[in-house]
């Protein structure tokens, strides 16, 4: 643990000894701000052990019971957006999003979130939806992991020279093979097969993991039946990339759109940025293409003033404690120095405007 993060934690349990956390939850600061939870994948097998995006399931029950007793009020996405420039949110506002659309969102965190009654914002990518196998570029660095204990990798042809299966060797290993695949303009198909090929060479039961649907998207009947049971499903990019140019960035909003639609009769309204990467002018596009909201993942709270298209959220992790998780709820953290958070670039795609 770094000195950082232990002086926060320091005092941040000095706040939470002397009343002070609880004092500030109630103030009409807190009142006037909205927190926007954001959570990627809550773990079915061994995720959080190679991800700490990833959540146990029991971190992430915690985590809802947390909020229970902090007494916060959970709002639709968009009714708190609403009620906050309206100056009508109730007491320790809090919505909840989640990213992408991975199987376990429906297998293991909506069951949950149902039993407290909590409604959610699913933003979903759907490439992956229609084409349901392991998503390319987090089942890069997985089977990476799975198959660390190889100790070195050599994959002439992919690879430039052996990589060294440590922690930077598999960071290493990712981009390489990540840019392989983007040089060669490989299709999702061609993208799965280089997956097996991968596993092959780390000696990883890649069919196994397919047939559990590891890092799978829920699939379209699952995606319908979400809508059904009245997830508000909103804009994440079809492909779960981003452009600079305004025409490929708004195309790839209504790849999306068109999906969405057959999941659920709601139009969406709001988007998150893919890796938390934008650009300037992405607020511009986004209001223009009629949208209401964008997300980020930098970590803060919303208030009347946040530029709407540039809303941040508390990214929960599984190195988060709990300390600093009900600090949050309260609203203490945004009174402390925060780590700058670095997008996701892969997610940016360099390809000019047709008409560039």
Known sequence: MSLLKKGKLTF???????????????????????????????????????????????????????????????????????????????????????????????????????????????????????????????????????????????????????????????????????????????????????????????????????????????????AAELGARGVDLELHTHRHREYRGRVRMLGELDDNRRRLATFSPREPKHFCYTGGMHLPQYPDYLKSYGLLSATTCEAGLCDVNTNPYLLPRLVDTQALTDLEFRSWLAGAPQFLPTRPYFPAEGQLLEDPDPAD
């Not at 941040?12 to 990627?40: F, K, M, N, P, V």
């Not at 969102?105 to 084409?131: N, R």
């Not at 660390?148 to 992919?158: A, M, T």
Request: charged letters at 25%; hydrophobic letters at 40%.
């Open 12 to 222: 941040l349990q000095l706040l939470e000894a002397s009343g002070a956390s609880s004092w500030l939850s109630g103030t009409g600061w807190r009142h006037d701000r909205l927190l926007i939870l954001c959570y990627h994948g809550i773990a079915r097998f061994d995720e959080d052990e190679w991800d700490s995006l990833y959540l146990s399931a029991a971190t992430f029950r915690r985590r809802m019971e947390l909020v229970a007793e902090a007494g916060c009020n959970v709002l639709p996405l968009g009714e708190a957006l609403e009620r906050l420039h309206n100056h009508t949110l109730p007491e320790r506002a809090v919505a909840i999003t989640f990213d992408d659309g991975f199987l376990d969102f429906y297998q293991v965190a909506l069951p949950v979130l149902e039993s407290f009654g909590y409604p959610v914002t699913l933003y979903l990518t759907t490439y992956y939806v229609d084409y349901n196998r392991p998503v390319f570029d987090p089942m890069c660095s997985y089977l990476l992991w799975k198959g660390r204990e190889r100790g070195v990798l050599q994959w002439p042809g992919v690879l430039a020279q052996p990589i060294n299966l440590d922690k930077a060797g598999c960071s290493q290993a990712v981009r390489e093979i990540k840019q392989f695949a983007k040089d060669r303009k490989l299709s999702g198909q061609e993208k799965d097969e280089l997956l097996a090929q991968l596993a092959a060479q780390l000696g990883v039961d890649y069919e196994e993991l397919c047939r559990r649907r590891v890092l799978h998207l829920v699939n379209p009947e699952e």
